[in-house]
């Protein structure tokens, strides 16, 4: 069946092509023309082309999300927030996943900025910030989630505040001797880390024990060295949770009884082990990320969410 085209609706609405357009795009027509033209798209099914008004407009109406993981649940629960804001503004999603690859980030921005998107929602590293910025000056709103980024609109979670929501609640739980595993080279687990040692300090506790992994293979190796002189275990990412729970369960080793374990980010799962954890509100903060899309505000925004201690028992 062949696609209708602009030139059927004004034939059938009995005026020119360029009418159509304008009434397509909001321009100033007369009403009963108006009318006449909307009349005609609806007898014959017209579906505008996204593509034609995005090049008349300079800009497509989609939102760009540039995903670092999309196998972890943080992004899985802000690309729902991200995408129920999008969808309320007739904007499409435009979604790429960079499997936490510098080379591939930095790609995928470029991408995105040759789709010329409405707007972008970043989580890569800082090494696509430079070009996110050269995006923003030309006049696409670019949102950097999780982080802060100098020049670029920005939702993070207040990660000095997880850590030391993580120290008060080992010190509630009579937990002293801490060992940390973090992921390398994230500003969010640094200030995680951070927030922790002046946490476990304020009540009185030694600084914790931490060792740095590049990914899950390295972590059952990092959870045998701290267990030597710690019995408890804080993950400052989620993205190693499961690493680290097999880590101990396959030593043999029962929570709280026989080590403690305090991780970031609610998993659907995480209830069920019951495993205590220190939330970022991932929903909230996708859709925070879209309205500035939306709002396209003058002046740089920065959004800091509170995190949020789910206690669940892993720590006594």
Same mark, same amino acid.
């Given at each position: 069946m062949k696609r209708v085209t602009i030139g059927d609706v004004a034939a059938h609405a009995g005026? %020119?092509?360029?009418?159509? %357009?304008?009434?397509?795009?909001?321009?100033?027509?007369?009403?009963?023309?108006?009318?006449?033209?909307?009349?005609?798209?609806? %007898?014959?099914?017209?579906?505008?082309?996204?593509l034609t008004r995005s090049i008349f407009a300079g800009r497509a109406?989609?939102? *760009?999300?540039? @995903?670092?993981?999309?196998?972890?649940?943080?992004?899985?629960?802000?690309?729902r927030g991200v995408d129920e804001v999008a969808a309320s503004a007739d904007s499409p999603v435009l979604l790429a996943n960079t499997y936490r690859d510098a080379g591939r980030e930095a790609a995928q921005v470029r991408a $995105?900025?040759?789709?010329?998107?409405?707007?972008?929602? @970043? &989580?890569?590293?800082?090494?696509?910030?430079? =070009?996110?910025?050269? $995006?923003?000056?030309?006049? &696409?709103?670019?949102?950097?989630?999780?982080?802060?980024?100098?020049?670029?609109?920005?939702v993070s979670l207040d990660d000095v505040a997880a850590g030391e929501l993580m120290a008060a609640h080992l010190a509630d739980c009579g937990r002293?001797?801490?060992?940390?595993? %973090?992921?390398? =080279?994230?500003?969010?687990?640094v200030k995680r880390a951070e927030g922790l040692r002046r946490g476990l300090a304020e009540h009185g506790l030694r600084d914790p024990e931490e060792v740095l992994v590049t990914n899950e293979d390295e972590v059952h190796e990092a959870v045998g060295t701290l267990l030597e002189r710690n019995d408890t275990i804080v993950c400052t990412t989620g993205r190693l949770t499961v690493a680290v729970h097999t880590a101990l369960t396959a030593r043999g080793l029962k929570m709280p009884d026989d080590v403690g374990f305090l991780t970031m980010d609610d998993f659907p799962w995480a209830s069920a082990l *019951?495993?205590?954890?220190?939330?970022?509100?991932?929903y909230d903060m996708g859709r925070r990320a879209a309205e500035? @899309?939306?709002?396209?505000?003058?002046?740089?925004?920065?959004?800091?969410?509170?995190?949020?201690?789910?206690?669940? *028992?892993?720590?006594?």
């Open positions: 005026v %020119s092509t360029a009418t159509v %357009s304008r009434v397509l795009n909001g321009g100033l027509v007369a009403e009963a023309t108006a009318a006449k033209v909307w009349q005609a798209t609806e %007898s014959l099914g017209y579906s505008p082309n996204a109406s989609t939102i *760009g999300v540039v @995903i670092r993981d999309l196998s972890s649940p943080f992004y899985l629960e802000l690309i $995105m900025d040759q789709q010329r998107v409405r707007g972008l929602v @970043i &989580t890569a590293d800082e090494t696509a910030d430079d =070009h996110a910025r050269r $995006m923003a000056e030309n006049g &696409t709103p670019c949102v950097v989630v999780a982080r802060t980024a100098p020049g670029l609109h920005s002293s001797r801490v060992g940390v595993v %973090s992921g390398r =080279h994230r500003s969010t687990q *019951g495993i205590s954890v220190v939330a970022q509100p991932s500035i @899309i939306v709002e396209e505000p003058r002046d740089l925004t920065e959004v800091v969410f509170e995190p949020a201690l789910i206690a669940r *028992g892993s720590c006594g």
